[in-house]
């Protein structure tokens, strides 16, 4: 981000524009439906003001003579129709005397530039591609046009009426904070987007304890809460929208290794955020030690995010979290994720079921040869079932020894999927015979692995023409 979106106060005084012609007229209007004052220079001293209606004029005050030496005082920001050397000039002057400047089409002389802008009265949306392409801004602000209830506007400025009355009434933020959000939320916030602002009124005014409203135990002690919730394997998209909101919602999230850093942007700004997980090189501070920091939040009235990679209840130890936060007492709820074995398959086209072929799906883990030692690989011979292992990369050569001695083919195919979803996933195809060797291939994890006949389905095996392989398979079966 090159230039940081800020809404400047149009009360403080004018904006001084420089120039003629239709982009200054263009700019004008702009600048006057926003309801700015504006100090216009007409750089030949003519002033064409066709099309604007008389009201809007009282709040043009035009400027006779050069802009370059004209008077300054009073104005909050400069705006130069016209690059080359008018625009560089007035841009050195402003910068001079430390006033933010817009040179139209000239980025590089400006410090400001203009966002395309979706106005619904209090609710302002800059969306800016820092001077890059006006023509995506625009496609973004039709999109946010689109999800954006009509009357956001008016219930931002209904919330602004109550701010003051209510701050007297609930004075810890914490709890203030919870109570807006539970208005919005509600059929009050419903009220006032529906255009009956008059009822909403009146059911606010209702509210005979607005502590309480917000959710505040006794001594507007707030009740705290955990969410477990589900990250998915990586591409942020992915998230689905209840977790969006309680990342959204959340005051401190403690999450795990497997959560990309894009994910964590989607979180509320002031969130607290702690890292549980293993770190590069260093282990994490153990599941005892995470049980008792989500507990602690909860117990001291947070809303406490468990943010973990893929689905929390897929070898993700929240079985063991909810079971702690059961047996304190504290509320809890749980947000599915998208597991990193359904992300594969739909990222490199792993069909895990299909007809007659694949009947079964099985998830293991295989962190440790121990554990692999301790798996019934006999429960895995059969060949219409597709196995997905988590974990899997260091007892890869006891995964295949396991599954052939049980009876799988060699040349059943295998699929190596790492960092799915992620800008640098990869996949390395080939048969259950070759695993160990697929596995050197890939340039680091996390990797999940995929076995059964469906891979000889998915995208990478097309592309490597591994098909002689599926013949000799068809040869084994018979
Ligand atoms: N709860 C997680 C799994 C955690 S166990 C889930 O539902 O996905 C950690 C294992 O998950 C890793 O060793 C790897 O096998 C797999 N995994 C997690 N994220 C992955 C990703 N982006 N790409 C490939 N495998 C992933």
């Known amino acids: 981000m090159r230039f940081l979106p800020v809404f400047l106060d149009l009360q403080a005084g004018p904006i001084m524009l420089a120039g003629r012609g239709e982009l200054a007229l263009a700019k004008l209007r702009l600048l ?35 802009p370059l030496v004209a008077d300054l005082r009073g104005v909050i920001a400069i705006l130069c129709a016209g690059a080359g050397d008018i625009g560089i000039a007035m841009s050195v002057r402003a910068r001079s005397v430390g006033l933010p400047v817009n040179v139209m089409d000239d980025p590089s002389h400006s410090t400001f530039i203009f966002p395309a802008i979706v106005d619904r009265g209090d609710v302002v949306v800059a969306v800016g591609t820092g001077g890059a392409s006006p023509v995506v801004a625009r496609r973004v ?7 954006l209830p009509a009357r956001i506007g008016d219930l931002a400025a209904f919330i602004g009426r109550w701010r003051k009355p209510i701050h007297g009434r609930i004075p810890q933020f ?72 309680a990342l959204q919602d959340a005051d401190v999230i403690f999450y795990d290794e497997l959560v990309s850093p894009e994910i964590l942007d989607r979180a509320r700004r002031d969130a607290a955020r702690v ?8 282990p994490g501070i153990g599941q005892d030690a995470i049980n008792k920091l989500l507990i602690e939040a909860a117990k001291s009235g947070q809303r406490a995010v468990r943010l973990k990679g893929g689905d929390p209840f897929v070898f993700g130890r929240g079985g063991e979290e909810v079971e702690a936060l059961r047996a304190a007492g504290v509320a809890y709820s749980v947000v599915p994720g998208i597991t990193a074995g359904l992300g594969a398959a739909a990222q490199f086209e792993v069909p895990l079921t299909f007809r007659r072929e694949a009947l079964r799906i099985t998830f293991l883990t295989a962190h440790k040869a121990r554990d692999a030692g301790n798996v019934d690989w006999s429960v895995l ?28 083919f060699p040349q059943t195919p295998v699929g190596v999927f790492a960092r799915v979803t992620r800008p640098d996933a990869q996949a390395v195809v080939g048969t259950l015979d070759e695993l160990p060797a697929l596995i050197r291939k890939i340039d680091g994890g996390p990797a999940i692995l995929i076995i059964g006949d469906v891979v000889a389905r ?21």
Do not use: C
Request: aromatic share 4%.
């Open 275 to 282: 890292p549980v997980g293993r770190r590069v090189g260093k």
């Open 174 to 245: 914490p709890l203030r904070r919870r109570f807006w959000e539970r208005l919005v939320d509600g059929p009050i916030g419903a009220l006032v987007l529906a255009g009956r602002s008059d009822e909403a009124e009146k059911a606010l005014r209702a509210i005979s304890d607005p502590s309480a409203f917000a959710g505040a135990q006794g001594s507007s002690q707030l009740e705290g809460q955990v969410t477990l919730v589900g990250a998915g394997p990586g591409d942020p998209d992915l998230l689905t929208i209840k977790a969006l909101r």
């Open 32 to 66: 006057l439906a926003a309801g700015a004052r504006i100090r216009w220079f007409a750089t030949d001293g003519h002033h064409d003001v066709g099309g604007i209606d008389a009201t809007d004029l009282a709040r043009i005050e035009f400027g006779e003579g050069d």
């Open 141 to 147: 602000r039709e999109r946010i046009e689109a999800v």
């Open 458 to 478: 998915s995208a990478p095996w097309r592309h490597q023409n591994l098909n002689h392989v599926i013949s000799e398979l068809l040869e084994a079966a018979e």
């Open 381 to 408: 011979t059969d060949r219409r079932m597709t196995v997905v292992v988590y974990m899997g990369m260091t007892a890869a050569p006891s995964i295949r020894a396991g599954l052939l001695a049980a009876g799988r």
